[in-house]
C-alpha cells in the first residue's frame, strides 16, 4: 500500500514539474499567443506587478474557495499542492530558461510547450490525488453536464482567453490552437498515463504479493 501511495506522488509530482515546464515554454514563445489561463496571469502580471507562477497561484485560491463554498466540500491536499507547485514549477523555469529571440527557437518553444502541458495535466490527473483548481472546473463540468473532456476544457479555455484579453493579457493565433488541442491531447495522455500506472501497481502486488 505504501510502494502504491508513493507510485502515485510520484506521477503526480512528475505530472505537475511537467506542466510547469511547458506552460513556462509557452511563456517563451507567446509572440504566438499563450493559453488563455496565462492570457489572463500575464494580463495581471504586467497591470500589478508579481510573477506569473503568483498569478497562477492566487488565481488558484480563488477558484478552490468559489469551489468548496458552491460544492460544500473540502478540496483534497493534492489540489492546494498542485496549486502551489505548478506556479512555483512555471516562475523557475520561466527564470533558468533563455528567452528565445529567433522566430524558429520561438515556435519551438511554444509547440513543445503545448505538447508538455497538456501531457503533464494527463499524468497528474492519472495519479488520482486531487485535481488542480482549474482542472477541478473541466472534471466537475464533465461530470455534471455529462460531456467529454475535450469539450469541457474548449469551451472553459476559450471563456478564460476572453477574459484574460480584456484584461490585457496577449492573445494570439497560439492561444486559439492551445483551446482546441490541449482537451484532445490531455485525453490521450490521461489513458496512457492510468495505463503506465495500473501497470506499474499490478507489477508491485505480483512481485511483493504480501505486502499490506
Known amino acids: 500500500m505504501t510502494k502504491e501511495f508513493g507510485f502515485r506522488w510520484l506521477f503526480f509530482f512528475v505530472g505537475l514539474m511537467v506542466m510547469g515546464l511547458g506552460v513556462a515554454l509557452t511563456v517563451k514563445g507567446q ?14 502580471f504586467k497591470n500589478i506587478g508579481l510573477s506569473i507562477g503568483l498569478w497562477s497561484i492566487i488565481v488558484g485560491i480563488i477558484i478552490i474557495t468559489i469551489a468548496s463554498i458552491g460544492l460544500r466540500e473540502f478540496p483534497k491536499v493534492g489540489t492546494f499542492m498542485n496549486m502551489i507547485c505548478v506556479g512555483l514549477f512555471i516562475d523557475f523555469f520561466n527564470w533558468i530558461i533563455p528567452n528565445p529571440t529567433i522566430f524558429s527557437t520561438q515556435l519551438s518553444a511554444f509547440i513543445l510547450g503545448v505538447v508538455l502541458l497538456a501531457i503533464g495535466c494527463g499524468i497528474y490527473i492519472a495519479a488520482d490525488l486531487g485535481a488542480g483548481p482549474r482542472d477541478t472546473l473541466m ?8 460531456c467529454s473532456i475535450t469539450v469541457a476544457r474548449t469551451v472553459m479555455e476559450i471563456g478564460v482567453a476572453v477574459a484574460g484579453y480584456i484584461l490585457g493579457g496577449p492573445i494570439g493565433v497560439g492561444t486559439v490552437i492551445m483551446a482546441f488541442a490541449l482537451g484532445p491531447v490531455i485525453q490521450v495522455s490521461l489513458k496512457y498515463s492510468q495505463k503506465a500506472l495500473e501497470k506499474l501497481l499490478i507489477h508491485e502486488q505480483v512481485a511483493h504479493p504480501y505486502r499490506g
Open 139 to 146: 472534471l466537475l463540468a464533465v461530470k455534471k453536464l455529462n
Open 31 to 44: 509572440r504566438f499567443g499563450v493559453g488563455s489561463w496565462d492570457v489572463l496571469h500575464i494580463g495581471l
